[in-house]
């Protein structure tokens, strides 16, 4: 059973419209990926390429960006999760590793989400919501966020104040990466002073789609420490489910998120995340749901993740920074692309490769995505040893 390392990274730049064809978007973030590398196209054994399918005009786009990434006649798959389709891929291809069915995989994800008006895509992502009994009742993507924020509110003290400071620090995080869509550091009054889209949450607490890609290769245990200096380990891998919204134990924290990092840190071996992990990159499409994921992952106590961003500890410099990338907030939310992005610049931080954003002496990471309105959740951890 070989262990499982990435081997290159790589990612398109991400903006509100490429101008190009999925195909090209996709080479981008896989050029990028290959560079450096002691192989060619020709060593890459398959291909799993990640999408929500709903928002691409191309139907089963795999085969033809396989083929335009010249990795034909090697086999191609495709993954729809969601949100959480790319990081699928990745527990896809480390399970093909493992089994020793393959020795190098690249998983690409990617979204062109300028091919559809924001009327298109709300209503697509309304979707996302049972269609028989939520979302014909008027749940939208941001309403059913929001009711979690109020219930988190309402039992913990949370504030408007502290689901803004997420938005500050990571648009001011943003800036510093070059391609990140939003290259504006915002301040907490014109996050506050923004138009309500479904109280608590304003304009800017919430991320944007966007056109982008990433990539990454993976390859068994022999190959990476043979190709490249850098291996980046997958340690920890964890995955679950959650009910419906009328099903839910619990409006004030995410079950499928914890599970998925209770699963992954067992893996890993990790017993205190909070102690443990240099830094973490959660699902931020909600300036929200930033605090929550770190209260699922671990990185602080159930409710006290208004504290976590009040006290700088998830700034960098604090002792656990959280989306120093600037997440999906600064950079868009390319869905298809939004777990493997995570995974992607946690990996450029463990290889010491994260530009003007570098978490110094950096070692252990923890990615985590969400797939539906919180219904399906994937935590990955890497070790740079």
């Known amino acids: 059973m070989a262990d499982v390392a990435i081997i290159g990274v790589g990612q398109s730049n991400f903006s509100r419209s490429c101008n190009m064809s999925i195909k090209e978007l996709c080479f981008e973030g896989f050029k990028e990926a290959m560079e450096g590398l002691d192989i060619t196209n020709s060593d890459i054994d398959t291909s799993i390429i990640c999408s929500s399918p709903e928002y691409d005009k191309q139907r089963s786009p795999s085969a033809l960006i396989s083929e335009y990434l010249e990795l034909t006649p090697s086999a191609t798959f495709i993954i729809e999760n969601a949100c959480t389709s790319s990081s699928t891929g990745l527990?896809?291809?480390?399970?093909?590793?493992?089994?020793?069915?393959?020795?190098?995989?690249?998983?690409?994800?990617?979204?062109?989400?300028?091919e559809l008006t924001s009327r298109e895509s709300a209503e697509k992502m309304g979707r996302a919501y049972d269609v028989?009994?939520?979302?014909?009742?008027?749940?939208?993507?941001?309403?059913?966020?929001?009711?979690?924020?109020?219930?988190?509110?309402?039992?913990?003290?949370?504030?408007?104040?502290?689901?803004?400071k997420v938005r500050v620090k990571n648009s001011y995080y943003s800036v510093k990466n070059p391609k990140a869509t939003y290259q504006k550091a915002l301040s907490l009054e014109e996050i506050?002073?923004?138009?309500?889209?479904?109280?608590p949450l304003k304009m800017l607490d919430c991320c944007a789609n966007a056109d982008?890609?990433?990539?990454?290769?993976?390859?068994?245990?022999?190959i990476a420490k043979r190709i490249t200096n850098i291996p980046?380990?997958?340690?920890?891998?964890?995955?679950?489910?959650?009910?419906?919204?009328?099903?839910?134990?619990?409006?004030?924290s995410f079950s499928s998120a914890k599970?998925?990092?209770?699963?992954?840190?067992?893996?890993?071996?990790?017993?205190?995340?909070?102690?443990?992990?240099?830094?973490?990159?959660?699902?931020?499409?909600?300036?929200?749901?930033?605090?929550?994921?770190?209260?699922?992952?671990?990185?602080?106590?159930?409710?006290?993740?208004?504290?976590?961003?009040?006290?700088?500890?998830?700034?960098?410099?604090?002792?656990?920074?959280?989306?120093?990338?600037?997440?999906?907030?600064?950079?868009?939310?390319?869905?298809?692309?939004?777990?493997?992005?995570?995974?992607?610049?946690?990996?450029?931080?463990?290889?010491?490769?994260?530009?003007?954003?570098?978490i110094a002496g950096a070692e252990m990471a923890v990615a985590q995505g969400c797939g539906l309105p919180y219904r399906s959740g994937g935590v990955v951890v890497l070790s740079k040893w």
């Not at 506050?192 to 109280?199: G, I, N, P, R």
């Not at 982008?212 to 022999?222: P, Q």
């Not at 980046?232 to 004030?252: K, M, N, P, Q």
């Not at 208004?306 to 998830?314: A, L, N, P, V, Y």
């Open 91 to 114: 527990r896809v291809a480390w399970s093909l590793i493992k089994s020793g069915l393959y020795k190098v995989i690249a998983v690409v994800g990617f979204q062109k989400m300028s």
């Open 132 to 164: 028989i009994w939520e979302s014909p009742f008027g749940l939208t993507m941001p309403a059913g966020y929001a009711m979690y924020a109020r219930a988190h509110m309402a039992t913990y003290g949370t504030t408007k104040e502290q689901l803004a």
């Open 192 to 199: 506050l002073e923004s138009v309500v889209v479904a109280s």
């Open 212 to 222: 982008g890609s990433s990539c990454i290769i993976v390859a068994n245990r022999d």
């Open 232 to 252: 980046i380990w997958v340690i920890g891998l964890g995955a679950a489910s959650d009910t419906g919204i009328s099903g839910r134990e619990s409006f004030t």
């Open 259 to 358: 599970r998925a990092a209770k699963q992954a840190y067992a893996m890993a071996g990790i017993r205190h995340p909070a102690r443990e992990i240099d830094l973490a990159e959660v699902y931020d499409n909600y300036a929200f749901n930033e605090l929550q994921y770190c209260e699922a992952l671990g990185l602080c106590g159930e409710g006290e993740g208004g504290r976590f961003i009040d006290e700088g500890i998830s700034e960098i410099g604090g002792s656990i920074p959280v989306n120093p990338s600037g997440g999906l907030l600064g950079q868009g939310n390319p869905l298809g692309t939004a777990g493997l992005m995570r995974v992607a610049q946690a990996a450029l931080q463990l290889r010491g490769e994260a530009g003007d954003c570098q």
